[in-house]
């Protein structure tokens, strides 16, 4: 379970965040500036919460109070940004098993195998990153974040940049992850219906604080 309960500010801008996750696939609306993405951030590590609490299954991420940061790599949460970020000098199996030798100390939650059968990637395997189409290095980079066994997967905004073609290409995969791994993820977007679709939970984020 998730419980995160904090404030981020920075100059222009205030997010304030009570948040407790229960469910598999949680859903995050909103629009452009409503703090969607700078709550992905804050909860992998990458921005400080100006005050407040994170915790995660047991474990406390962050306490102002008690000065406690655990950093970003040791937080096991993969974030899967909006466009896909692939090392241009590897080929997709290099990228791959990039992810499984960034801590070859932990029991692997899913094998390689079941990776690149789960995202349909065998085909793929021996190209380049610039020899993929943008739905495919999202594939690439998905399995490359679920082969570093995480414990929460974020995605922020996955489908952005991609055509309606390509998108109605990539949901059937999240919704894949959702029925056949036991992994909790949280879905930023703007657009319902993929939530909809992926029969998530849903919640609304407006001017940085939860409404709905």
């Known amino acids: 379970m998730l419980n995160c309960d904090f404030q981020y500010c920075m100059s222009d801008f205030e997010l304030q965040v009570k948040l407790e996750m229960q469910t598999q696939l949680l859903g995050i609306v909103g629009a452009s500036g409503s703090g969607k993405s700078t709550l992905l951030k804050c909860l992998v590590g990458l921005l400080e919460p100006q005050h407040g609490v994170i915790k995660f299954q047991h474990q406390t991420l962050f306490d102002s109070e008690q000065q406690i940061k655990v950093p970003v790599h040791q937080r096991n949460i ?16 290099q990228n791959l098993r990039y992810a499984e030798k960034l801590d070859n100390t932990k029991e692997s939650k899913f094998s390689f195998e079941q990776i690149v059968d789960l995202l349909e990637l065998k085909s793929l395997i021996q190209r380049k990153a610039h020899q993929l189409s943008g739905g495919e290095a999202q594939r690439v980079s998905i399995g490359r974040a679920l082969l570093s066994s995480p414990d929460l997967l974020l995605l ?7 055509d309606s073609r390509l998108k109605q290409q990539i949901l059937p995969f999240f919704k894949r992850l959702k029925a056949e791994l036991d ?18 939970s849903r919640i609304s984020l407006d001017n940085g604080k939860i409404t709905a």
């Open 78 to 93: 993969a974030l899967i940004f909006q466009h896909a970020l692939l090392f241009p000098h590897m080929n997709v199996l």
């Open 156 to 162: 922020d905004e996955p489908l952005t940049g991609l």
């Open 183 to 200: 992994l909790p993820m949280i879905y930023v977007t703007h657009h319902c219906d993929e939530l909809i679709y992926l029969n998530a």
